[in-house]
């Protein structure tokens, strides 16, 4: 009998999460009965929406419940199967994150085929961050020759491939993100005019600076400020993919929606929003794409590593604050 | 040498705009020269989309000058004509409303085959506003089978289009407007559950209760407080076509935005603004469908009639006071 630590949701957190809202517990794990496997996770994700998740409301992703391990993105190590197709060693994904161990029937994994790269980028780059920035671009804003580029969180796991799928395609690319640190790492991944938020009193103006011409798609992962100046420098038929809005995240109150919503009747701008696991199709073309732009040296990636089970808290608490350079992970074994 | 009465813009009003800021003015109408007709308007038209070219800001359309007469769409009978193919008596269809006569080239003008209709019904249902309802509703907002749809402004010239397409295509249609007559006149155009919204103190309630089901199509007029409860009422990958916003028009100050638009990303909602110039195509299309719907007796329509040049500004201003019930007109001969 293998034992394992998990995170629990203690308590559903009003505004911003703290520490205590998580509770650390220690669990056994069951050898797998049949058609079981069993996993000791190597990497867990955290990511925005779990945010959205800790709620006791009605979404896309059910609540988590009280005194139950949290889940999400994670990849293994299989160290027992009682599973046809599964064997010790085998890389794995699974929602199964929050833990470290655990046994779960076969087909809720999915078995990882490298391609040379590491096993963590299957969290980030080449796993659902990254097929949220490849399908919001192209298969929701419909990314276009001469379309100029905007990216709210550009420094994030989804922003920073966002920016570079861009640039692969020949793009002139404006940026958001906080702090120097993030904006070095924007001009490291090609983004032509990075704007840090942070230094900038009124983003609407450092946008419209920035971007003299207009913009014509936008990628917002932000909200607030960052969208409301995306949609005054938004240039006629302009395309805006909704992907998140982690400035509202931990409102306490319905935060205040852009003032100048009008502009999208008298500019014709199509704003839609997404959510990636509705997308699954395109993953084949996504991983054939990025496969060759990885081998042209167009896409590189970060990572922002806590390492062990009880510093996943933190990690997550870090996402709201910018405490990450691209994707942010847990390392747990 | 005829001569005409005109309205011309006096001042740019702030907020609501008032009697004050228009002047009236007689001016001659010269004969046509070579390749121009003389018209004598019959009708003129008064649309809420006036507002904003009232303001000295660029959009889609031109800012009316400052001294100058207005313009918009008008119906008149030739007079003179010094063009080929225009004879005395044509009925023209032209932008320059806001005066009783005027002379013009005859490329500016479009000689109309009335297809039975009256003259003025190409100022309203089998014009700008009729392709207006047609294109929002089935381009932009793409109806499919089973959608249950959401009309705000829906006595309006465009709104009670909308909801009759809706309706002549088999959908629920709830339609929003303000007051008894106008709630009766919903009723009279077949819209399964009006909504009077002077008499609801929370309007997102009153969605919901009378679309427990959720709606799929919201076609937005108004903006403010009915889009707010179109996106919480709005189920699952819903389209908003967004046409026109007249709750804000008159602001002062930058209209608070929706505070819920969050959930256009949980719930992969699509919200397009389009401005009816751009879709001119779809007029051929429009017009054969509505000549069937009116003969199979599913469409009916309203005018709210104001008579004599001198009533234009009234006329407008009673779009913001919600004044008309369907297409407001004014009677110039």
Redesign the interface.
Known sequence: MTSSTEIRLKSRPRGMPAPGDFEVARVDVPDPGPGEVQVRNDWMSVDPYMR?RMNDAR??AAPFQLGEVMQGGAVGTVTASNAEGFAEGDIVLSFNGWREAFTAPAQTLRKLDLHGLPPQAFLGVAGMPGLTAYTGLLRIAKLKDGDIVFVSGAAGAVGSLVCQIAKAKGHTVIGSAGGPDKIDFLRDIGVDRPIDYKAESDLTKALLREAPEGIDVYFDNV?GDH??AALTAAR?FGRFA????IS?YNSTE??????????????????????VS?HQDLEPQFHADLARWVSEGKIKWRETVKEGIEQAPEAFLGLFSGGNIGKMLVKLS
């Open positions: 959205g979404s896309y909200g969208l409301e006629p909704l992907c998140g809005m509202a319905m935060p205040a929606g852009p003032r100048n919503l009008i502009t999208v009747v008298g500019k014709n701008l199509r704003l839609e929003g997404f959510i509705f």
